[in-house]
């Protein structure tokens, strides 16, 4: 196991258009957080799942926003209509109950 | 809200001296910390952490200083070497139901040869 992946690395899109970035967890990890991060800020919270089960989503997570994690393992999210305000840095990480998280290389995001 | 401050925005240390990045947190919920490195183009990557019940934690050239009483945390690195030039985060984790790492805006340390 090399670690989190994360896919696209890269996605440029136009505005209004719909987008899904996929993220595959450490393998035997329970535990998997979707992040973004902006220019000069640190990563922010947008929702976590513990096995197949979505447990929280932060205010930051509009409705054109959606994350599934349907067999426990990999997770998808979604992002309806783009806004350029969505243009982001877009992290996965995944850990084991009450350890440190392992974060993934990002998926970066350019709406035009 | 900012829970997690990180008010240097920038550090330039010379190779070889002792860096030291400073973390403060508002929430006294918090329970354990978390320091990550993180190059351009890169995800952060865990570089050391220290639960509330300790006030050091070391792992070769990092060490991880927690006040809990002033609601402070500090990173030394020592001695610094080039490659230790990244922006560094302080997060934080803890309280009821919190299971999700609070961030800091960040560090960037730039380390001279």
């Known amino acids: 196991d090399t670690g989190v992946s994360q896919d696209p690395r890269h996605k440029i899109t136009k505005r209004g258009q719909n987008v899904t970035f996929r993220c595959d967890p450490i393998?035997?990890?329970?535990?998997l957080y979707w992040y973004r991060q902006t220019l000069g800020q640190g990563p922010e919270f947008l929702t976590y799942?513990?096995?197949?089960?979505?447990?929280?989503k932060s205010r930051l997570l509009s409705d054109r926003f959606s994350a599934e994690r349907p067999k426990g393992s990999f997770s998808t999210l979604e992002i309806q209509r783009t806004e350029q305000g969505d243009s982001a840095m877009y992290l996965c990480?995944?850990?084991?109950?009450?350890?440190?998280?392992?974060f993934g290389q990002g998926t970066r995001l350019t709406v035009v | 809200d900012q829970q997690v401050k990180q008010n240097s925005p920038s550090l330039s240390v010379q190779e070889g001296r002792i860096s030291i990045l400073n973390c403060d947190y508002t929430?006294?919920?918090?329970?354990?910390f978390l320091w990550y490195k993180k190059y351009p183009a890169e995800g952060p990557t865990f570089l050391i952490s220290i639960s509330s019940i300790k006030d050091k934690n070391e792992d070769g050239r990092f060490t991880v200083f927690l006040n809990k009483s002033a609601k402070h945390l500090s990173l030394h690195i020592v001695p610094s070497q080039p490659g230790d030039s990244a922006v560094y985060f302080c997060?934080?984790?803890?309280?009821?139901?919190?299971?999700?790492?609070?961030f800091g805006t960040g560090t960037r340390l730039t380390i001279i040869p």
């Open positions: 990480a995944s850990s084991q109950l009450d350890t440190e998280a392992f």
């Open positions: 799942f513990q096995n197949e089960a979505q447990l929280e």
């Open positions: 997060a934080a984790l803890g309280g009821f139901g919190n299971e999700k790492l609070t």
């Open positions: 393998s035997e990890h329970n535990r």
């Open positions: 929430n006294s919920m918090f329970d354990y």
